[in-house]
């Protein structure tokens, strides 16, 4: 707010009449009031938003757990390629005899979604749940050497809205996965 302050005026006794001086004074508490106002919201608006990052838990490599070998009927296999193909085996070994025929193709998104809720929800009704209640579904994926960082990110991010919590990250193709493979896996 401004506020106009008469100063002077008035004769000097001399009888000329002379016009008041105006003197003008900008009166800034409202506007550092404002300036805090928002500097507080602000601040209390980025400590309340949440961190958009992806938190990854890794086992710890000092520990040395026992685990017995996964049934490939309990898996669901993804192979990451280029132009954002994803190949899948679902329940197949790769050494399998049927393999050959069950290796199938999708792409990152709906598609990929529909195949991991519709394989989990076969293997999760086909076999009990564990002792911590989790369901037998795993989900391994194996990014191959033509596959992106983008297409890694797409597919963790899958699991996350697939609320799969079995998967394991696999950078190692065996031999019989190279022959399924073939010219898919080199660059």
Known sequence: MS????????????????????????????????????????????????????????????????????????VLTLFLGKNDDVYYLDGVAADDPKAEESLKTTRFGSDLRSVIFESSKRINAAYPKDEKGFGAFVVVIKPLVVSTYKNMVDVLDEMAITKSKKYALVDELTDSEKKLLGDKAKP
């Open 3 to 74: 506020a106009i302050v008469e100063t002077g005026g008035g004769g000097k006794g001399d009888g000329k009449v002379r016009g008041k001086k105006l003197n003008t004074n900008v009166d800034m508490t409202p506007m550092v009031d404002l300036g805090f106002l928002l500097i507080t919201f602000f601040m209390l608006a980025t400590t309340m938003s949440k961190p958009t990052s992806m938190t990854l838990n890794v086992p710890d490599k000092t520990e040395k757990v026992e685990t017995e070998p996964l049934k490939a009927s309990k």
